[in-house]
């Protein structure tokens, strides 16, 4: 079972309180920082357009994320966890 987000953000600030930064092995691995976790909240499908309203986990944002992007595949469902770069994937 997936933690509340409230959950998520007391150990973020504990790990920050704490000075332990949990994307530090993952930037020592990979060379950049992990992208960020979402979980939707709210989908929209209108054809093969999806629109997405989704919560930042980590890092915990208070407002939410909106997105749009085209599969003709892939459909996403509330509750389902993703990660984004913050930026515009390219085509």
Do not use: C
């Amino acid at each position: 079972m997936p933690r509340r987000r409230g959950a998520v953000v007391e150990i973020m600030q504990a790990a920050k309180t704490a000075e332990f930064d949990p994307g530090e092995s993952f930037r020592t691995k990979y060379g950049h920082s992990p992208l960020d976790l979402l979980v939707i909240r709210v989908v929209r499908r209108v054809g093969f357009e999806n629109f997405v309203e989704a919560m930042s986990i980590s890092p915990p944002l208070d407002e939410p994320v909106f997105l749009v992007f085209t599969s003709a595949k892939m459909v996403p469902l509330i509750g389902d966890y993703f990660s984004f770069n913050g930026s515009e994937a390219p085509g």
